[in-house]
């Protein structure tokens, strides 16, 4: 394994914490999408720039855009098939 670190010059350390940024994002990802599901069940025809804003003024949402921001949180919507009806 020492050998497949080196030769993409990178340390055990610092691939396991790459890994774990990943797994973190992903999470994220996942909540977010989940929270859009349900927002957009009760307005099916809101776009991702108005889910933004409703996020960031709705505190309970408003981690779920930590570290996020806008085109981001539009690129999650579109990759995941999350375009208004």
């Known amino acids: 394994m020492e050998a497949l670190y080196e030769c ?7 691939f396991h914490a790459s890994m774990q940024r990943q797994a973190a994002h992903r999470s994220q990802e996942r909540a977010i999408v989940k929270a859009v599901g349900e927002e957009r069940k009760r307005h099916p025809r809101m776009g991702a720039r108005p889910l933004y804003v409703r996020f960031q003024s709705q505190e309970h949402l408003l981690p779920l ?5 806008r085109d981001r949180f539009e690129a999650i919507l579109l990759d995941n098939g999350l375009r208004p009806e």
Do not use: A, F, V
Request: glycine share 16%.
């Open 8 to 14: 993409i010059c990178i340390s055990r350390q610092g």
């Open 65 to 69: 855009l930590e570290k996020t921001g």
